[in-house]
């Protein structure tokens, strides 16, 4: 059912309230963010959630604490304590990273060159003015920010990096300020809506590459169109569920997924743990890969290499009980765990879970390529 003008202007009025000072919502433009295709209720829940995302990227306590029984039906300190984590993952991934780029600059071998020669050089191509664009996607933790960057830095090209939640007002704001650039946008919300579908599709486009921003409101501070003559990568955890205009996107620019099986991933963790990290020794990363090696499996959902890193501080927290703590940090998928790590039949595994043959299947298949040979043993 199509969104009526007076639900439109409604729901307005509806998002003041959580802005009850106007500079708050100077860069988040409601307007844009109405979608006249679905229902006012639906327009109410997407919303809410992107103005509490907002909130979040912008630490606006203040705004938190007026809108908290609106806002966030959990307690503030969960909140909070997401937030912390979510510093801890991210310095994970910086001593990830830098790890990577001590490899590189001092053994790099064969091995680890092969996994990141097509991203860097579908990156080095978009550097260097021989593509416009570039999607890499893949799931966390397996470099992607790493070799892109690596690859710009190799070219000696100059780039400009944003990540987290961003609003479609913003997001033109920025293509605006940086239209001349090399832009990376790491995981950045940009498929959430139409309106950024529609500027990425005209600034990646064979012909003017014309970006335009339609509003009602009067928050945009720039030119309405402009030219855009930069570059954009795009880096992922998870593709979005592709649609018309996505399909559009990645007609215009380089695609490439980052995926390691089971087995490359415990091949790279080994080739990692030769590299020195803090006050550990040798023996002590060995000792915590053959760990992570032990009590993994192709089931493993978060089996990345920031793991590694995590485990590490574990251990350096308390060497005497870092493996009960490790334990608690690695999550199987249990529906492949019952496959892999337990060997059911098809029989035994529908009656398990309810699910049908052609799913134990489709599981089982996912795994089968994690190993040479026996494929539910664990083998480095």
């Known amino acids: 059912m199509e969104l009526t003008n007076k639900e439109r202007k409604k729901l307005r ?10 500079k708050d919502s100077k860069t988040f433009d409601i307007a844009a963010e109405i979608d006249s295709n679905i229902s ?3 327009n109410q829940t997407i919303i809410r959630e992107k103005i509490r995302n907002f909130i979040n990227e912008y630490n606006n306590k203040d705004l938190l604490k007026r809108s908290e029984a609106e806002l966030m039906p959990e307690k503030q300190y969960k909140f909070l304590v997401e937030e912390q984590l979510e510093k801890v993952e991210q310095q994970a991934e910086l001593e990830f990273n830098k790890t990577l780029e001590e490899i590189e600059n001092k053994t790099t071998t064969n091995f680890l060159e092969e996994i990141y020669y097509i991203p860097k050089q579908f990156a ?12 890499i996607y893949g799931e966390a933790g397996l470099g992607k920010t790493y070799s892109v960057i690596r690859a710009f830095r190799e070219a000696k090209k100059k780039f400009t ?33 139409q309106q950024n579908l529609n500027m990425l599709k005209a600034g990646l486009s064979d012909n003017s590459r014309i970006v335009q921003y339609h509003t009602t409101s009067n928050k945009l501070r720039v030119p309405n169109k402009f030219l855009f003559n930069g570059t954009i990568t795009i880096l992922l955890n998870k593709i979005p569920k592709e649609t018309e205009n996505l399909r559009a996107v990645e007609s ?16 790279v963790l080994f080739e990692l743990a ?13 000792e915590i890969v053959n760990w992570i090696k032990e009590n993994t499996s192709p089931a493993t ?3 990345n290499l920031r793991l590694l890193f995590t485990i590490y501080e574990i251990f350096r927290f308390d060497k005497e009980n870092w493996k009960k703590l490790a334990e608690k940090i690695v999550k199987d998928d249990w529906e492949l765990y019952l496959i892999c790590v337990q060997g059911l039949n098809c029989k035994d595994w529908c009656e398990k879970t309810g699910l049908s043959r052609a799913t134990y299947y489709r599981n089982r298949e996912s795994v089968s390529n994690s190993h040479d040979s026996g494929i539910y043993q664990n083998t480095e």
């Not at 080095?124 to 999607?135: D, E, I, P, T, Y």
Request: charged content about 30%.
């Open 13 to 22: 009025v509806w998002s003041k309230k959580f802005f009850p000072d106007d």
């Open 40 to 42: 006012f209720v639906e």
């Open 124 to 135: 080095k191509m978009v550097a260097n003015g021989n593509a416009k664009g570039f999607l």
């Open 161 to 193: 990096i944003l990540s987290g939640h961003i609003t479609s007002l913003e997001f033109y704001n920025f293509l605006f300020e940086h239209r001349e650039e090399n832009i990376i946008l790491d995981d950045v919300n940009i498929f959430q809506n």
């Open 252 to 267: 215009r620019i380089l695609t490439y997924e980052l995926k390691l099986d089971y087995k490359t991933k415990i091949k």
């Open 274 to 286: 030769r590299q020195k990290y803090k006050k550990l020794t040798q023996e002590e990363r060995t």
């Open 301 to 303: 959902e978060n089996l």
